[in-house]
């Protein structure tokens, strides 16, 4: 049996290859080898008084008369022309059966007998979740996508062994509704505050510590083993200076590494994700492979690594392969420039651990009784940090949360807040005045609110900020407003912005 996952995913011209494969039982390969069903072969057989090895030695192979096909798919996208990717053609070539949503009784079963968690907080999350999915409010109906069955699943692992995070808090996280679009935003707000559930206020600890000793890292009330590898050679290793915000984001990393998670790390550029992912597997001792996705990725490139040697081109494993054969730690960088078609082959390997390569090889899970050449068993220590930008403009990458964010355990990364900023800001640039920084902070502050109002387009982020009291640390006799042209010199282009920013430079002494 052949299970095709994520059929509305594939272009419509791709499956009408198959057409002929599920109509007529009937298939011909690019390298000329012709698949028929098995009343043709035995027929052929008989009439040309051969044997089966003859007709395989000649390019014909018998198809089981027991193969299937299963395609899983996502419904179409009703009043929408864009993903309308059921047509006639294809149409005409399943039999269909639709599976309805669980009941909030049925789903209450299931996650009380897969996790045991029957708190009163997984009831207000359940209660939340059917009342989006119920609604008649567009915005909100596709806001519920985001808490899945699968993501309810996880929710409940973590409030079992985690109970202190709140139901506002849940909630907030696996809808990703720092990054939601205002009026859904505002909606979604408005739906906890009559169903009872208060927002949360999180002052940030500043008692908050980090401590690697006695091989236990301890972070905040934490605690993760220390991990002992064969080679230190790839265990990452980058300037960090701890701030309370950021010691809270990988306490919450932490916590979700400890259950076995696969990470995904979201926010503007700039704000410090791949910082917060090495730090953490820098404490923890973890070595890592790296991979930076980009707009021309395919799935080949994403399986394989291509290399030149003695003048000739050689396919070596790409750091995903690698890293599930040795139990690193991958990292997969710009996860939201690749398109979604060839990104969405990771569901299988983090969902069942299973994998097909290119090359003809499948990566099996750790547990798996499969052997031979072709099988690569899984290492049981592997596990994938996976980063991106926030969907939508101005990054304009594809929307990997919408497509993939429930298979992991979602972190909105932002800006730090005006005093762990400045905590920092202290640290790079020890010699340049607090009025200076101050003055800093305040108007990057209030140009990131700007931006979140949707007032300018792009929005300057702890990247920024960090380059220019650096560059004044190094060269303290260079001015402030010659220093800050650096980052705004490409906004001055636009008469408009470059009003905007200057009225808040200068509103701020700069």
Known sequence: MAILDGLHRVHKGSLAVIQRLVADRELQLYDGTR?????????????????????ESRGVWKIHPAFRLVALAEPPQTGSGKGQWLIPEILSMFLYHDMRSLSKLEETTILREV??????????????????????????????????????????????RFPDESTYSAINKACLSRFLPALAKETLQKLLEKSGIEKDFIEEDPNIKCLAENNMLTIGATSAPLYNPDVQGKIPETLFYDTPQNLAVMEAMLQDFLMGEHLLLIGNQGVGKNKLVDRLLNLLN???????????????????????RGGVIVYDDSPLVQAVKSGNILVIDEADKAPTNVTCILKSLIESNHMILSDGRRIVPPYSSETGDNIIKMHPDFRMLVLANRPGFPFL???????????????????????????????????????????????????????????IQYPYSTREVVNIVKHLQQFPDDGLGNVVRNVFDFDSYSKEVRETLTEVLHKHGM
């Open 397 to 455: 990458g594809n929307d990997f949360f919408g497509s993939l964010g429930d298979l992991f355990s979602t972190h909105a990364i932002d800006n730090p807040s005006m005093e762990s900023e400045l905590a920092m800001l202290k640290q790079y640039g020890p010699d340049v005045s607090d009025d200076i920084m101050r003055r800093l902070v305040k108007t990057f502050s209030e140009l990131r609110t700007m931006a979140d109002d949707g007032q």
């Open 115 to 160: 996790t045991g968690n029957s708190a009163e907080s997984l009831d207000e999350i359940l209660r939340i979740t059917h009342k989006l999915r119920s609604a008649e409010d567009a915005s909100l109906r596709s806001i519920s996508t985001s808490l899945s069955t699968r993501q309810l699943i996880r929710i409940a692992k973590r409030l079992q």
């Open 35 to 55: 698949l028929i069903s098995a009343e043709r072969f035995d027929a052929l057989m008989a009439s040309e008084g051969v044997t089966a090895a003859d007709l």
């Open 286 to 308: 973890r070595p890592r492979e790296y991979i930076q996705l980009n707009r021309d990725t395919t799935v080949q490139t994403l399986t394989l690594q291509p290399s030149v």
